[in-house]
């Protein structure tokens, strides 16, 4: 049923036994070895470099970069529009998890393979999906490019699936004994729904809406083609690393890919925390 | 699982309500745009021209279009062969071994997946460019250059696909156990028989899956590859970059031809994903 791109609870940890069941062998001492020096060599020194030439002015030289009006007014709207499409998708997503797993209609299976493209697809190939309807040429009327709406949209479809495919498994897993208790005592389906199910959705929702705000965050291809970049209306701040990149700005490029860092991993350590807490009282 | 035909039996107008509501919204959001999008592939260019699948053709076999879906076939292909080995054996060790640091090693490999495409970018690029990169004048002495070769478009675009073989294996491996292990490894056979006739079999599945979407977020990695790469027609221009190219230069008809075909690998992507987990659960 959920034939889903998406690892819907995040980092694939291990969460078993404390401690493996192997002693290292010279043979896989060797092999950790390589494992550890291409992955620093890929990953870890790269993203240090990041850190380091973020660091490199000083913590106030740091503070002025996005402190400034411009680089600001980008910060604010990427995540205002972050949060807005969060929400959007905490709601819709739960209704498309609840039609998708409790409705019985003919072509349900084709939708819930429609709710994987969003992801799969490449992100410029999202951006020019959307603008093929809603661009310039668009059969509408209606040109969202260079529009905060269209910065809207192009979030709202690349984050389509998080929320459902968090939540669409919990709801199968629901045990319907409970609603039929709840119903039989005389509880209205809105009670019901609020009262039982909703609480047992809540930690998915959550984890779903934390990944799809991450998303939203750092969202760069879909939006290339979309959000016309100009300063203190549309621009965000992936094009906004962009923009100091082309502009040789390399500190101020770090400086808020460092923001962006620190959402991200914020974001891990938020969904570990729920993950456990729903470990816990299952 | 419990009995719920006796909730599900009980529509009201609220379940048709959300039904539609949810089809309308799918449709208006994805099904629509992806619509639009095949009819702007097969459309003709101008008044008069030829339409379909010719034209179609003829846009794709414009040599410019042939290297830069080879370029990106290449980089694709030695991202995911990079990756597959690097993840079946970080798996092995984290759910088999123990070794100081091994906790923190398993929630740092799954970080790529959360840092934005461009920031994976300017990382590669504070890293390793030439003048502006920690390690780009030592590496340039030997006459190696990452920024702005082939070389550095697989980097980018393993770091962004990195953790999707691991996510598929680690919980494989979780799951089956060491007890086989253990026990063909007390019959006297060696690490190397030991991984090949009895784990090897155990997670081909997961293996696939995971070959499959990594192949599937590597065609179409766009962000970080747009930053180390010099992104002109013949040079490092990746299929994703051709897409943006051609779409900023008014030659929307290659824009939509070579994004049709990477819809196409997508959605095939997304099927074969689909049969694959049949065949798992079989």
Known sequence: MTDTLVAPSGPARTTSRPGGLFRLTPTSGVGLGVALVWFSVLVLLPLAAVVGAAADGGFDRFWSTLADAQTFAALRLTVVEALLVTAVNAVIGTIVAWVLVRDQFPGKRILDVVIDIPFALPTIVAGLVLLSLWGPESPMGINIVNTRQGIFLALLFVTLPFVVRTVQPVLIELDADVEEAAASLGASRVTTFRRIILPSLVPAIAAGSSLGFARAISEFGSLVLISGNTPYETEVASLKILKFLEGDNQAGAAAVAVLLLVVAIVTIVILDLISRRVARRG | ????????????????????????????????????????????????????????????????????????????????????????????????????????????????????????????????????????????????????????????????????????????????????????????????????????????????????????????????????????????ETATLLIQNRYTNYEEPTAYAAAFVLVLASVLALVVVSLIRKEDHS
């Open chain 2, 1 to 236: 699982m419990a009995d719920t035909r006796q909730i599900r039996a009980r529509k009201g107008p609220v379940t048709y309500l959300l039904r539609a509501f949810v089809i309308a919204y799918l449709a208006v959001l994805v099904i629509w745009p992806l619509f639009e999008v095949a009819q702007q592939t097969f459309a003709p260019a101008d008044v008069g021209d030829e339409g379909g699948v010719g034209a179609f053709w003829e846009r794709l076999s414009d040599p410019s279009v042939t290297y830069a879906f080879n370029l990106t076939v290449t980089v694709a292909f030695w991202a995911v062969l990079i990756n597959t080995l690097f993840g079946v054996g970080i798996s092995l060790l984290l759910v088999r071994y123990q070794f100081p640091g091994r906790r923190i090693l398993s929630v740092l490999v799954d970080l790529p997946m959360s840092v934005s495409p461009v920031v994976v970018g300017l990382a590669l690029v504070l890293a390793y460019s030439t003048g502006k990169g920690w390690f780009g004048e030592a590496l340039a002495s030997v006459g190696f250059y990452v920024i702005g070769t082939t070389p550095g478009l697989i980097m980018a675009t393993a770091f962004v696909s990195l953790p999707l073989v691991i996510r598929e294996i680690v919980p494989v491996l979780e799951e089956i156990g060491a007890d086989a292990e253990m026990a063909a490894h007390s019959l006297g056979a060696n690490g190397w028989q030991t991984f090949r006739r009895i784990t090897l079999p155990s997670i081909k599945w997961a293996v696939v899956y995971g070959v499959v979407l990594s192949m599937a977020r590597s065609l179409g990695e766009f962000g970080a590859v747009k930053i180390v790469s010099p992104g002109a027609e013949f040079r490092g």
